[in-house]
């Protein structure tokens, strides 16, 4: 599928601090992450970190661990860097990491491998920079995931995603895993998250945006949080419909967490095993 022109320096991603409470996805995403880093000691770099959210909260968790953050966009390392809150973070492409082999005892992941062109190079490069046996969590949008409302708007040709987060790479289950593999990981478990209620909701506001013509220069929770002083009377509604619609969402994942959706979270090791030829962009 050709890539569609994106500008990832208008946008900030990743900025709002994340928790695990309250309770909503992105707190769903940390709570699985920090699990499979309960045995982890030592690096852990977060590619894609945008404004470095997630870096500061698995740092604020795992204060013994030293925790990384790359993102391609230099606006984006500029704000995290403001207040890294212990975290470290370096301007950087996923296809070229500026650390040498093994440098990680884990690397983490989160909406970001649909993103580029030519994925098994990033995951060449994420197996090149992880010790062996190394941890890989990565949480990865599934829009070509069966019985999902993106399965089916994906047939229907919805746009929304491409046009307002840059998605070039459409994924299920199935594609994941066998991207995966031929990269040299061995995949150890999964869990879902995105069911229905949160899918509708995801849905109906992506395609509000497309609706509504104009491109957004943040998240959901940016704009919510984006205003100065007291929110005005949108942002009050945007948020307090968000936060019942996102509690919702949270405890319909975590009651179907064994149950594909449309979102996955793949624990995947550093196998001993070479690459198949061809992952690696031979």
């Known amino acids: ?23 909503y996805i992105q707190a769903l995403k940390l709570r699985y992450c920090l699990e499979d880093l309960e045995a982890v ?18 740092k604020h968790y795992r204060p013994d661990l030293e ?32 650390f040498e082999d093994g440098f990680f005892d884990a690397v983490t992941m989160f909406d970001v491998l649909e ?23 990565l949480f ?10 993106y399965a089916l708007l994906y047939r229907l040709g919805w746009k929304a995603k491409q046009e307002h987060c840059g998605h070039i790479q459409f994924y299920d289950d199935r ?8 990269a040299g990981f061995e995949v150890v478990n999964r869990r879902w998250s995105i069911h229905p209620i949160y899918a509708l909701v995801d849905v109906a506001y992506f395609t509000m945006l497309s609706l509504r013509g104009k491109p957004v220069s943040t998240s959901v929770e940016g704009y ?40 996955g979270h793949f624990t995947a090791v550093k196998s001993r095993r070479q690459p198949l030829r061809g992952a690696e962009g031979w």
């Open 41 to 58: 000691r030592g690096r852990v770099l977060d590619i894609g970190c945008g404004a470095g959210n997630m870096p500061k909260a698995i």
């Open 175 to 182: 594609d994941c895993r066998a991207q995966l593999e031929q």
């Open 67 to 98: 925790v990384w953050g790359t993102d391609l966009s230099q606006q984006a390392i500029r704000v995290a860097e403001k207040h890294p809150e212990g975290a470290k973070f370096v301007p950087a492409a996923g296809e070229r990491l500026p």
């Open 224 to 263: 919510i949080h984006s205003h100065n002083g007291r929110p005005n009377l949108a942002q009050r509604f945007v948020g307090l419909l968000k936060d019942a619609l996102v509690v919702m969402g949270y405890h319909e994942s975590r009651l179907l967490h064994r149950v594909p959706g449309g979102g």
């Open 140 to 149: 990865l949008p599934l829009e070509k995931q069966p019985f999902t409302i």
């Open 115 to 137: 993103h580029f062109p030519e994925p098994e190079k990033t995951l060449a490069e994420i197996r090149r920079v992880l010790r062996p046996g190394g941890l890989f969590h």
């Open 1 to 23: 599928m050709a890539e569609l022109a994106f500008n990832y320096e208008a946008k900030v991603w990743g900025a709002p601090k994340v928790r695990l409470s309250p309770t």
